[in-house]
């Protein structure tokens, strides 16, 4: 089992920039793939970004590419995803998940492990 806590979501002007963190506890040795995915309303679920947990190499979705980076503490166990530049688009609840196969996907169905999610809102 791996536990995920999201923190860091909140409100903000358009063209700000926002820290998402998710401390990650349990069995994280067993993870492969972290990821941020997000859901707005009436919408489903969008991936954001992934990362390597034990090597490297990154990935982002279209939309968000140039303005968002993960990155993650293997020493304490957090994953970051350090927003900027953010639209009214990006509204929305902003998930941490865990994938513990070593295929990478963007499909949110193929991660095993998920956070309660922070709520992130950009007003215009």
């Known amino acids: 089992q791996i536990q995920l806590v999201e923190s860091g979501g909140g409100l903000v002007q358009a063209g700000g920039s926002l820290r998402l963190s998710c401390a990650v506890s349990g069995n994280a040795f067993t993870s492969v793939f972290m990821a941020w995915f997000r859901q707005a309303p009436g919408y489903g679920r969008e991936f954001v970004a992934s990362?390597?947990?034990?090597?490297?190499?990154?990935k982002y979705g279209d939309s968000v590419k140039g303005r968002f980076n993960i990155s993650k503490n293997l020493v304490r166990n957090l994953v970051y995803l350090q927003m900027s530049s953010l639209e009214p688009e990006d509204t929305a609840i902003y998930y941490c998940?865990?994938?513990?196969?070593?295929?990478?996907?963007?499909?949110?169905?193929?991660?095993?492990?998920w956070g309660q999610g922070t709520q992130v809102t950009v007003s215009s």
């Open positions: 990362i390597i947990w034990h090597g490297s190499g990154t």
């Open positions: 998940a865990a994938r513990t196969s070593p295929v990478v996907t963007d499909d949110a169905r193929g991660y095993d492990y």
